[in-house]
């Protein structure tokens, strides 16, 4: 250990979205939340890890990319659809040049929005080969960022957990998507929502997971109670190492409120062309029905809480950027001077967000992050580092059972468990069941579509078991899409079902949902059986 390190720190990025996939239309709304986190988040992210390695600056991230993500990243289809929206975007940012060539004011914010989908196309393109993927690959191999996995496909696992199989499930078909993605076997696991329940470290210990990420009070409210709080990681009785997060440092960047995003110079989220343009004008870069959605062209700065925005300053706003990871950076040397007075080794500060507060919510925030490991360059004291280098210098840490938790509203499970989404939880349980009872049975099974049956099950089941569903329904900001989402593959396992036990089973629709809910194409339905026949 270096003598002059006076804290560590630990960026995580979480990487999710849930498996949209529509190859029945030329356009669907919902998979613009993949393409605008692409083009608006992970890319950016990327561009800038590769500016600072031509910059020569040494940066630390670890980033959890969950399964669904690894498979839509690679999905020949919905690829093809992201050059088509990056296609459009260039068309309509000239376009807008054009609308404006008598506007001073707003034509240079045009001219930085083609230039910016330009190189984001080219950079997907001839960098990145037409996969994100490959961009996290290249920085992983060079030692700048640790990448980790998530559940299979977002399941709450206390909710599940009514069917251990169900759970073991979500973690052994993610450690296998992980390693058919990315290579290797993972060492870590960001838990959906960092949800935990006691007993939930025996699974993740058989898989080879050695860390995992939970909440304030989910480590502070552990027995015994940790001697270092969140500053320095535990194990749990079967030895998986949990770090705690840091509300300082988390609240600092993504309260919209108290923190950085909500600067007056930042860019206006919610005043988009999509919106404000007239309708025939705009009406071929939104939804072919007409309905208005959201274009990434905001030519608004958050201004104030004032009615009238003001003109959108990319400069200034990227000049903003570095006072606050000036500002960050200070207050953590600061906070890690103060922890390390009472600690007997240097203190670890955990800071996990989503990867999509970072450009999509707070356009500027890949550039705030390339200026806080600039300012790490540069400060004494404050080393970034990854859950597994801290392991190894301190592989010896104190032993809790941690309070089941979760990082949603009130800390518990509230946002996925209420009196609007209660429903959704009698079928995956009855379907887990059902799926358990079938692999048992079937585990010997050689009909090639009675198999294809069996693993379509599996897909459905998982697919219905993505919390973003009851998320979205609490939150009101999808919800006839979540709740269409959930009530469809309920349905299509269910119709499987039935054709499987009758043994009179559809073949065209069987292709139908394979094609669509194409999620996992290795995976096999024994990953249920909870008796392994010889």
């Not at 993605?181 to 696991?189: D, I, N, Q």
């Not at 930042?266 to 009406?283: A, N, P, Q, S």
């Not at 390390?340 to 967000?353: D, I, K, Q, T």
């Amino acid at each position: 250990m270096n003598s002059h390190i006076k804290g560590y720190w630990i960026p995580v990025l979480h990487t999710h979205l849930p498996f949209v996939k529509h190859p029945e239309y030329d356009y669907f709304l919902e998979e613009s939340w993949l393409f605008e986190a692409i083009s608006e988040s992970y890319i950016p992210l990327i561009m800038n890890m590769r500016k600072m390695e031509d910059e020569g600056i040494d940066f630390k991230l670890t980033i959890s990319i969950s399964p669904p993500l690894l498979e839509m990243f690679s999905d020949e289809h919905l690829m093809g659809k992201y050059l088509k929206y990056l296609d459009k975007l260039v068309e309509l940012s000239s376009k807008e040049i054009d609308r404006l060539r008598n506007n001073p004011e707003f034509q240079p914010i045009a001219r930085f929005y083609k230039k910016r989908f330009e190189d984001v196309r080219s950079f997907f393109i001839n960098i990145l080969n037409g996969n994100v993927l490959n961009g996290y690959c290249y920085f992983r191999d060079r030692g700048n960022i640790e990448v980790i996995t998530c559940c299979a496909t977002h399941g709450l696992l206390p909710l599940l957990n009514q069917n251990m199989r169900a759970v073991e499930a979500q973690v052994s078909i993610a450690v296998d998507s992980y390693e058919k993605h990315m290579g290797a076997r993972p060492k870590g696991m960001w838990l959906p929502e960092c949800a935990y329940f006691h007993g939930l470290d025996t699974i993740l210990k058989q898989y080879g997971i050695n860390f995992f990420f939970l909440d304030t009070h989910g480590v502070m409210n552990g027995k015994p109670a940790p001697r270092y709080g969140v500053y320095a990681p535990v194990y749990t009785e079967n030895g998986v190492a949990v770090f705690g997060r840091d509300p300082v440092s988390s609240k600092q960047v993504w309260s919209a409120e108290e923190g950085y995003p909500g600067d007056f110079h930042y860019r206006d989220f919610y005043r988009d062309v999509g919106f404000d343009l007239d309708i025939e004008y705009i009406k071929p870069y939104i939804s072919p029905d007409g309905a208005r959605a959201f274009t990434g062209i905001k030519y608004y700065k958050v201004t104030g809480k004032e009615v009238h925005k003001k003109p959108y300053d990319p400069i200034e706003a990227f000049n903003q950027t570095r006072v606050h990871a000036e500002h960050f950076c200070l207050e953590r040397k600061k906070q890690m001077g103060a922890l390390g007075a009472y600690m007997e080794r240097p203190p670890v500060v955990l800071s996990p967000y989503d990867a999509e507060l970072f450009g999509h919510w707070w356009f500027e925030g890949p550039d705030f992050l390339y200026h806080v490991f600039h300012e790490i360059e540069k400060l004494k004291g404050i080393k970034a580092i990854s859950p597994s280098e801290y392991l190894d210098i301190y592989p010896r840490n104190q032993v809790i059972s941690p309070c089941p938790t979760s990082w949603g509203n009130n800390g518990y499970y509230d946002t996925w468990l209420n009196g609007e989404n209660d429903w959704i939880y009698r079928h995956l349980h009855q379907m887990a069941e059902t799926l358990e009872n079938l692999a048992n049975t079937h585990y010997h099974e050689t009909d090639s579509i009675h198999t294809r049956v069996l693993n379509q099950l599996a897909r459905e089941l998982l697919l219905a078991q993505s919390s973003d569903w009851a998320f979205l329904i609490t939150t009101k900001t999808a919800r006839e899409y979540a709740e269409r989402r959930t009530r469809e593959h309920i349905a299509n396992f269910h119709a499987l079902l039935k054709d499987l036990l009758s043994n009179s089973i559809d073949p065209d629709f069987l292709q139908h949902v394979e094609d669509k809910d194409s999620l996992f194409p290795e995976l096999d339905f024994r990953v249920y059986a909870s008796r392994h026949q010889a």
